[in-house]
């Protein structure tokens, strides 16, 4: 009874085991393809910086004031 309980275990940790090493190697794949795709589309990740500044300090200024408000 013991050893099939440790049997039982052992399966559940090497599932653990193949669950995360799958988890990382997606990780890695979203990053190479993010990376990719940032280094292909580089002016269009400029335009969407530049089309959020505004809308950052616009938030930011929003922010500053609920906090002086208090």
Do not use: H, N, P
């Not at 090497?14 to 890695?28: E, M, N, P, R």
């Not at 969407?48 to 929003?62: H, Q, R, S, T």
């Amino acid at each position: 009874m013991a050893e099939e309980a440790k049997q039982e275990e052992k399966k559940a940790d090497a599932k653990k085991a193949v669950s995360t090493i799958f988890k990382v190697l997606l990780g890695l794949a979203f990053l190479v393809v993010g990376a990719y795709l940032v280094y292909r589309g580089w002016w269009y990740v400029l335009a969407l910086i530049k089309g959020c500044v505004g809308l950052f300090f616009i938030l930011a200024g929003l922010i500053t004031l609920a906090i002086a408000k208090d």
